[in-house]
């Protein structure tokens, strides 16, 4: 039985978007509905983290899932606050026990992620022993999954330039977050993750970005078994997946996707015959752009 979705977009936010005035390529007048970006600085305790730029929408989930994703913040680590202050632009992460950083500061990297797409340390740190669950995937779940999130009501639908990031539960989405940066979308739904015990297990993460090595790491981090993207792969993303065992899922279009990893999990359970083309008026594109 479907469920109403847990946490959607909100495109009627007029936060999140600006109208700004131009030309069309007539030379008639328009006026764009476009994308805001804010900068968020994150702390952790009396540390800087970070600044990324986003969206601003979710800030406490971005932070707590951006400490989670980098391994900043550890499964047993107890969070007692999380402070926002819009004026300021950042998010305060308190923990009952300070925690030292310093050497991943100081190897930082630059990832392929766009909007500050910033990595700390070995990015392959705490992937080691790690076992995902074998939960299986079916095919008519990918299928109704993209129907239905290509179709919702989102910011990329009313101004593009944004990618999105959903949590699914065999055929359902239950959180859907977008930004700037295909990273900062994930980190929102690890954050509410979090927040909420929500078991990993049993879920999808569905992304309309690339599927690089940082989302296939984060996604493994956050204990998800399958990822999938309308979008496709880098080479060192798959190799990841298949070191950590992790289903990936690519060029999910209309009635087509390509495994690369994880191909036991899959249960080729529906006649790609039956399934309805792919509107491209109302799909999306791989790069949110």
């Known amino acids: 039985?479907?469920?109403?979705?847990?946490?959607?977009?909100?495109?009627?936010?007029?936060?999140?978007?600006?109208?700004?005035?131009?030309?069309?390529?007539?030379?008639?007048?328009?006026?764009?509905?476009?994308?805001?970006?804010?900068?968020?600085?994150?702390?952790?305790?009396?540390?800087?983290?970070?600044?990324?730029?986003?969206?601003?929408?979710?800030?406490?989930?971005?932070?707590?899932?951006?400490?989670?994703?980098?391994?900043?913040?550890?499964a047993d680590d107890e969070v007692t606050g999380i402070d926002y202050d819009e004026e300021l632009e950042t998010v305060v992460v308190r923990t009952a026990v300070e925690t030292d950083h310093e050497e991943k500061l100081q190897k930082k990297t630059r990832t392929s992620g766009c909007a500050v797409g910033t990595v700390f340390g070995d990015m392959m740190e705490g992937l080691e022993g790690l076992s995902l669950p074998a939960t299986p995937v079916r095919s008519s779940w990918l299928y109704a999954l993209?129907?239905?999130?290509?179709?919702?009501?989102?910011?990329?639908?009313?101004?593009?330039?944004?990618?999105?990031?959903?949590?699914?539960?065999?055929?359902?989405?239950?959180v859907y977050m977008e930004d700037v940066g295909r990273h900062n979308a994930v980190d929102k739904i690890a954050g509410w993750m979090r927040a909420t015990g929500t078991d990993p297990a049993d879920k999808i993460l569905y992304t309309t970005g690339?599927?690089?090595?940082?989302?296939?790491?984060?996604?493994?981090?956050?204990g998800i078994p399958v990822l999938a993207s309308r979008s496709g792969f880098t080479a060192w993303g798959v190799e990841i997946a298949r070191q950590v065992g992790l289903t990936v899922i690519g060029r999910m279009r209309g009635q087509r996707f390509v495994c690369l990893s994880g191909q036991e999990r899959l249960i080729l359970d529906a006649d790609p015959a039956t399934v309805a083309p792919e509107d491209r008026r109302s799909g999306r594109k791989g790069a949110g752009a």
């Open 1 to 74: 039985m479907t469920q109403d979705i847990l946490i959607g977009p909100d495109p009627d936010n007029p936060r999140l978007t600006r109208p700004v005035e131009g030309l069309d390529h007539t030379g008639a007048a328009v006026t764009l509905k476009v994308v805001e970006e804010r900068p968020l600085t994150i702390f952790l305790n009396s540390r800087e983290i970070v600044t990324a730029m986003t969206i601003g929408d979710y800030p406490e989930y971005l932070a707590l899932g951006f400490l989670t994703n980098q391994n900043m913040l550890r």
């Open 146 to 174: 993209a129907r239905q999130i290509n179709t919702m009501p989102s910011l990329y639908l009313e101004a593009g330039a944004i990618h999105g990031s959903v949590l699914c539960h065999q055929d359902q989405p239950l």
């Open 210 to 222: 690339r599927l690089t090595s940082e989302m296939v790491i984060k996604t493994a981090m956050m």
